[in-house]
């Protein structure tokens, strides 16, 4: 099975000058826990509800006048469409990640695939091992 054949399709994304309120209320709206940060349709970045907890709350700063920007992780790891889902259930183990964004040959943003997707509808078996490798501690 292809990541195109169990990938979300329709995903929320923002730009680097999105204010950070509105991709939490984006987060709680949708039930999601990552946005990709997008320019003109390349993905850029990515902004988890981690990210937002773990850079601005312990410091008590103010989130008001803050962007995606200026918390999103720059190092984003992405797959294609056309990839086997074994070849990306290692990719998330090496990189300890449950989500990638999925891009075209043109680097533009076309979905989004999770951990979650493919236990649901590929195999609990294999999503599992890759979540063992997610989890550990390196």
Not at 11 to 22: D, L, Y
Not at 49 to 60: A, C, F, N
Not at 72 to 86: A, E, F, L, W, Y
Not at 90 to 112: C, F, K, S, W
């Amino acid at each position: 099975m292809l990541v195109q054949e169990l990938m979300t399709m329709d995903i929320a994304q923002v730009t680097s000058e999105t204010p950070i309120r509105k991709i939490a209320a984006l987060m709680r709206l949708r039930d999601i826990g990552v946005v990709p940060v997008c320019e003109n349709g390349r993905v850029i970045g990515v902004v988890t509800d981690r990210d937002i907890v773990t850079q601005l709350l312990p410091d008590d700063v103010s989130i008001a006048g803050k962007q995606a920007g200026d918390v999103m992780t720059s190092k984003v790891v992405t797959c294609r469409g056309d990839q086997p889902i074994s070849e990306i259930t290692a990719i998330m183990g090496d990189h300890q990640i449950r989500r990638l964004p999925v891009t075209n040959h043109e680097n533009v943003l076309v979905g989004m695939v999770t951990i979650g997707d493919i236990a649901r509808d590929f195999s609990e078996h294999m999503a599992g091992e890759a979540l063992g490798e997610i989890v550990e501690e390196r």
